[in-house]
């Protein structure tokens, strides 16, 4: 059931950071891996600043996607994808 709550809560937070990072939606499978790996930046920033539970980790996994797009859109600037 741990992996399921990763994937929800993973595709929530990606698609939060793609909404408010405009331009950086990757689609649903994208959003997801955004939104684990978002957790995982989100969490070593923040730690449990935003709390522990659902809507903390989302919105913790939401800052850390913002950052994430943000990079890759630095990184991917000006070239085709």
Do not use: D, H, P
């Not at 992996?3 to 994208?30: D, E, N, R, Y």
């Not at 600043?49 to 989302?58: A, N, P």
């Amino acid at each position: 059931m741990g992996i399921l709550w990763t994937l929800i809560i993973g595709a929530i937070a990606g698609w939060l950071g793609a909404q408010i990072f405009k331009g950086g939606s990757l689609g649903l499978i994208g959003n997801i891996v955004v939104g684990i790996v978002g957790g995982f930046i989100g969490y070593w920033l923040l730690g449990t600043t935003f709390g522990t539970e659902i809507i903390g980790q989302i919105l913790t996994g939401a800052v850390g996607s913002i950052i994430l797009l943000a990079i890759v859109n630095l990184l991917t600037r000006g070239r085709a994808v």
